[in-house]
């Protein structure tokens, strides 16, 4: 970092003989030699401020990325405050995060602020960089590291530890906090993101914390995990690994485990080649089933049927558990709450395992459902994302796409597994999001927009597709009652005999009062989406390249867009196109943070005196016999008086207030 950024001149094709480094802006660091001169009393102190000073300079470039045209420019990044302190001051600077903070197109000041005022900047979107200067980067080595989108990522290791090091679990567990999680991660990396930003909640609180984390149904996970996160696991990175099955980073000490799902296994491996084929899959086949490897070294977990029992703080249900044992929860106590991201039929909580489970954890724990209602709500503020040092360029990417997931992929998904009620639920929550960015980006509201006819036509298209015979209606009736619309309440002539016990219509004439509800409200919701996609992608000034035509001659020709909109509205080319123009876009907030609100939760609760929702006033009740104790027996109801809570429908300004985004 300091070999490359204090080469640079500031002056176009001026370059040092020994280290030419192309590209500006040049940063001159003000009290920058201040800093250094009052700390070089020692090699320590001196390799201290050095590293600082990388730190503000690695910071420096997130905000001012490296361009050809910008290398006769120069930006003045203020370190005064720095200066000012001592080191000790600068690194154990209790609740304070330092913050670089850009001025204007030239200028920004290095800052200690409060974590309740990163929230302000997030609001204002403002420009900034958090610093963490306690952070082991190996800053001679980084230049050297492997380049994004290499082929292959090299195999997490483990590495020789020193035989008398005493294994930490015991007094963590007896000193800190315990949080049991379960997550499934893979490419989409919510749990990834959740995951990083429980290890830094856990950190700040500067007190010993232990997090058995247990990945479902495969070893694959692992493999993703090492793969995603090899900068971390590498030697001199930030996770410690200490024998394969666990890893320190700095007050947390995280045990992992493995709760394999022999049925779902095979399903997840082609997933992650089909969604990831760049990425070196240790696998092989067992009686005619892929089943993944753990080499030697390699990280990975015990079976979760090994871990230890006794005091557990609390539980985070981020991943279906289908094949855990509901007997291996009687080993832990004194739970304070159940945190599960979902609700009972969903991803997490499939049924008829779940109601096993219910079972057992309300025997243990107050369980709460943190619904869709309250975590869609609670969304990544893009600064956040841009700007995120704990991330890894995988895991922003990801987050982006997902963003042109939301915006211009519509769902194309099979009759066999995409019912009614799916398709609208994912088109009603995609349409919210595409409201807001509407907004940021033009000023003004996507209902007054322009319906040219050939997007009409591809909507038409799309509703057609998926409101036939060849799909079942699924919970659609609920879905439709969710954004306002009660089928059954205003549709005269129909009975409880024209609907089964779980909602969906049986007779012909209350299908057909149904399909036209869907209809008309999954017309309205894709059209949302796609006029944003229209307005904000395709028709950008970005969107266009010079090309050539069979004669020669030079055309116009858009970056990105639908390859056959009449006929799929989820196929794009140019799909890293749309990302550069979705970096470019005014956005205020960009996908939910799903997992992220039940580590939020879960760490806010580990304050003495707080309730189950960790003193961050969200609405709760209870949960209905849907999802709750009508789930159970009389004798399981009689295990415990503890309650099965959900959360309501709310903004999460509760979530927002508690600073999970510094």
């Not at 640079?8 to 192309?22: D, E, L, P």
Request: charged share 25%.
């Amino acid at each position: 970092c300091l070999r490359t950024e204090l080469a640079r001149t500031g002056c176009k094709g001026q370059t040092f003989t020994r280290n030419a480094v192309r590209g500006g802006p040049a940063s001159l660091v003000y009290y920058g030699p201040a800093l250094l001169q009052r700390n070089n009393g020692t090699v320590e102190d001196l390799k201290t401020a050095l590293h600082i000073l990388c730190t503000v300079l690695r910071g420096a470039r997130a905000i001012w990325p490296v361009s050809s045209s910008h290398e006769c420019n120069t930006v003045i990044i203020q370190v005064g405050e720095l200066k000012s302190r001592s080191l000790m001051e600068i690194l154990q600077e209790g609740r304070g995060v330092w913050v670089l903070q850009r001025n204007n197109d030239s200028e920004a000041t290095v800052l200690l602020r409060h974590p309740t005022e990163i929230n302000a900047l997030y609001m204002e979107d403002a420009h900034f960089r958090l610093l963490d200067f306690e952070m082991d980067v190996d800053d001679e080595d980084e230049d050297s590291q492997q380049e994004e989108g290499s082929e292959e990522s090299p195999m997490v290791t483990t590495p020789t530890l020193d035989p008398n090091t005493p294994s930490a679990t015991f007094a963590f567990r007896a000193l800190g906090k315990r949080i049991l999680v379960f997550s499934d991660m893979s490419t989409e990396c919510d749990d990834e993101c959740a995951f990083l930003w429980l290890l830094a909640a856990l950190h700040r609180k500067g007190q010993p914390a232990v997090v058995e984390l247990v990945q479902t149904d495969s070893h694959v996970r692992f493999q993703w995990m090492a793969h995603v996160f090899c900068d971390k696991f590498a030697p001199g990175g930030e996770w410690k690994v200490q024998d394969g099955n666990s890893f320190l980073f700095k007050n947390v000490l995280v045990n992992m485990y493995l709760a394999r799902s022999p049925d779902r296994e095979e399903m997840l491996i082609n997933d992650l080649r089909k969604k990831a084929p760049h990425v070196n899959l240790q696998i092989e086949d067992v009686d005619g089933r892929k089943t993944a490897l753990r080499p030697n070294g390699a990280i990975g977990g015990q079976d979760y049927s090994k871990m230890p029992g006794g005091p557990l703080d609390n539980i985070v249900m981020a991943a279906a558990i289908p094949d855990v044992d509901p007997g291996f929860f009687q080993r832990f106590t004194c739970c304070k709450c159940v945190y599960v991201v979902g609700t009972p039929g969903g991803i997490n909580c499939p049924m008829p395992s779940w109601v096993g489970l219910l079972a057992a954890l309300h025997g243990l724990a107050p369980v709460l459902y943190l619904t869709p209602q309250l975590t869609r709500t609670v969304r990544f503020p893009r600064n956040y994302v841009m700007a995120n040092m704990y991330w890894t360029d995988t895991i922003k990417h990801t987050v982006w796409d997902n963003v042109l997931t939301c915006m211009a992929r519509r769902p194309e998904i099979p009759p066999k597994f995409g019912n009614w009620g799916l398709v609208l639920r994912l088109n009603v929550a995609n349409a919210l999001f595409c409201k807001d960015w509407y907004v940021d980006v033009l000023g003004k509201s996507l209902e007054g927009a322009e319906r040219p006819p050939e997007i009409v036509r591809s909507v038409q298209c799309y509703v057609d597709r998926n409101s036939g015979d060849d799909r079942r209606p699924g919970a659609i009736l609920d879905e439709l009652k969710l954004i306002g619309v009660d089928v059954r309440a205003s549709a005269s002539g129909l009975g409880d005999s024209d609907f089964n016990s779980r909602g969906e219509p049986v007779s012909p004439a209350a299908t057909e009062v149904v399909r036209e509800a869907y209809r008309r409200e999954l017309f309205n919701k894709t059209l949302q989406c796609v006029l944003t996609a229209d307005a904000l992608l395709w028709k950008s000034k970005k969107n266009v390249k010079v090309g050539l035509d069979q004669g020669g001659f030079e055309k116009v020709e858009e970056r990105c867009g639908y390859v056959d909109p009449d006929n799929n509205l989820a196929d794009l080319f140019g799909a890293e196109d749309a990302i550069g123009v979705l970096k470019a876009l005014p956005l205020r907030w960009l996908t939910p943070a799903y997992d992220v609100v039940a580590m939020v939760c879960s760490v806010c609760a580990l304050e003495d005196g707080t309730d189950v929702d960790g003193g961050l006033g969200l609405k709760l009740d209870n949960a209905d016999d849907t999802m709750g104790l009508g789930l159970l027996s009389k004798e399981q109801r009689e295990l415990s008086e503890h309650p099965v809570l959900c959360t309501l429908p709310q903004a999460g300004h509760g979530v927002y207030a508690v600073g999970p985004f510094v």
